[in-house]
């Protein structure tokens, strides 16, 4: 059964005398278990589809249909529990609170589903265990690297167990050897089990998913299946490899 | 989101931001500060004036020149010994009635010269003054004294130390007005009080006779004031109907204006209560008006805290938070900040009430109501002046707080 199920969706936008069609009746359906990028130039909609599919905005037009539920005609109260339990956002900039440690940044999805304090602290613990920080608990956004930082927000993402993982040009801010290790953390992610839609722009990236979509225009053009995902591990061990390689190659060129 | 989160998540951001919520904070702490002390202060002030009413007793009463009849330097009409005689014969319910005159003169002992303040007393001036006036040791001035003019005096207790130093007064000589007279009593250390006839522990009191004959000469003696003392307040209602009569019977009016006032204890602290409400007023607006400066200084932090944090919004409502999380989370950072900006200022003000308290000798009363009031009004600022930067912060829609670049 596919969790995601969108028919016919469309969406134009009002600005002022001016009608923008961002969308024109998009099909797409997306199964439980699944790894999707979705790729386009700006200005193609992913931003649009990607806003809808993750419940932050309401289509024009079309039914979506998520986990069964159609909630394209949901109010905003519905919508905010929607996507407090059934989708973790993951974003370019990471968006941690600043002020407070990572388990507390961790906890939030869980303060608005209104979760007992203790139980919340297990559970972001439990969360930064699994992308390996649970030795960062305490330490607040600013003593952290930026790949951690963006498994703090992964760890968010995950903490609520929701049904999709929605990241959103999730290595943009990153270095790319950084960046391989987050596809690294996803690809073991959807190996126990998890469902991630992710939007990029660079093909390297895209190419850790299953399944690309690309997006043109407001239409989907593209939908492909990957026979050979990239493998992130593997990539960063070889990266690794040949780091010590040309560090040995310099040692030795300087002595 | 619940208030116990609500209020976790506002002290982060108070620790994240300490100068500029100190500063935001300041309206509210001196609104809340001038409230809590006026009230204190007011209290302390009232039952202070209760000690006071209860030392004297409120059967109190005192004649003297009505002053705002009378031209600069023009000459008082001053009650005679026939006035006196009559009041203290036809009065009921009069206990006690006595008069006092003062100069200063040079007092010479052990042959050292100090400058003094002579008080010319007699007997019943001790019984009205027994509280204020309280006899250490020895005797009061007797009515014998007066009479056969003996030359003896009480003195007060510091100028017994500047006379006779270490020694003890009692029984010792002290001359002055050309004579020597002897120390037959010495007062006790005076403590703070309301009403105050000008004596202090300076103050060396003698026979009335002495120091009248010395103003007067061979003159008839007049009384500047007389104060009178009933047994119980009708007695003082009744004497000064019948007083405000007799006198303006006998001396007439003055330019319309009565030559005489008549004025009872009760009177007396009333018109310091009325003073009293007058600054509680001004106090009053005086905080109102820095609460209300507080309150827009709190919207403008507010506002700036939210357009701050806008991606912060986004990011929160992308995890969950429904508008009215959002509203009531800033609403609750608004309240925090004037409900922590209260603490502090009533905290301060029932010290600087404390101060003056003990500045003053006057009982301090802690006032619970008035921390109360002034942490309830903080509330109300902070809710009031919070609603409109929360209500914007509630009104962003995910999308657009999530694409604001800060």
Known sequence: MSLIRLRGIGKVYELGLARVTALKGVDLEVGDREFVTVMGASGSGKSTLMNIIGCLDRPSSGVYELDGRDVSRLTDSELAAIRNRKVGFVFQTFNLLPRVPSWRNVELPLVYSRVPAAERRTRAFAALGRVDLADRALHRPNELSGGQRQRVAIARALVNHPSIIFADEPTGNLDSRTGLSIMALFQRLHGEGATIIMVTHEMDIALHARRIIYLKDGRITGDERIKKPKHADKELSKMADLEEDELTEAIEKHS | ?406
């Open chain 2, 1 to 406: 989101m619940n208030i116990e989160e609500g209020i976790r998540q506002s002290f982060d951001v108070l620790r994240a931001n300490k100068a500029r919520s100190l500063l935001t904070m300041l309206g509210i702490n001196f609104g809340v500060l001038s409230l809590v002390a006026i009230s204190i202060i007011g209290l302390s002030f009232r039952g202070f004036i209760g000690r006071e009413m209860a030392k004297y007793g409120s059967e109190i009463m005192w004649v003297f020149a009505n002053n705002r009849a009378y031209a600069r330097g023009e000459p008082r009409t001053q009650l005679d010994g026939a006035d006196v005689d009559y009041f203290r014969r036809t009065l009921p319910g009069l206990q006690y009635s006595t008069t006092f005159y003062y100069i200063n003169a040079r007092a010479v002992a052990r042959g050292r010269g100090q400058s003094v303040s002579l008080f010319g007393v007699d007997t019943d001036y001790f019984q009205i003054f027994a509280a204020s006036r309280r006899i250490a040791e020895g005797r009061a001035l007797l009515p014998d004294d007066d009479l056969y003019r003996r030359p003896v005096c009480v003195v007060g207790p510091e100028i017994a130390g500047l006379l006779f130093g270490a020694e003890d007064p009692m029984g010792k000589r002290v001359s002055f007005l050309g004579r020597a007279f002897t120390v037959v009593g010495v007062t006790a250390p005076q403590e703070s009080t309301f009403v105050s006839d000008g004596t202090d522990d300076t103050t060396i009191f003698v026979p009335q006779s002495f120091v009248a004959a010395r103003i007067f000469g061979g003159r008839e003696k007049r009384y500047y004031v007389l104060l009178l003392k009933f047994s119980d307040l009708p007695s003082v209602d009744n004497a000064v109907i019948r007083m405000e009569n007799y006198l303006e019977k006998k001396y007439g009016l003055l330019r319309g204006e009565k030559r005489f006032r008549v004025m009872k204890f009760d009177t007396f602290i009333q018109i310091a209560d009325n003073v009293l409400n007058i600054v509680s007023l001004l106090v009053l607006v005086i905080s109102a008006i820095s609460l209300l400066v507080g309150g827009l200084g709190i919207m403008n932090i507010m506002l700036v805290t939210v357009t701050e944090r806008t991606q912060e919004i986004g990011m929160r409502m992308a995890v969950g938070a429904r508008r009215r999380d959002v509203l009531s989370q800033f609403l609750i950072e608004a309240v925090v900040l004037c409900l922590l900006g209260g603490f502090i200022g009533a905290a301060l003000g029932a010290v600087i009430a404390a101060v003056a308290c003990t500045l003053l000798a006057w009982p301090f009363i802690f006032s619970l109501a008035s921390v109360v009031i002034g942490l309830a009004v903080a509330t109300a600022i902070g809710i009031l002046f919070g609603l409109y930067p929360a209500w914007k912060a509630s009104r962003l829609t995910p999308i657009e707080a999530l694409r604001v670049e800060v």
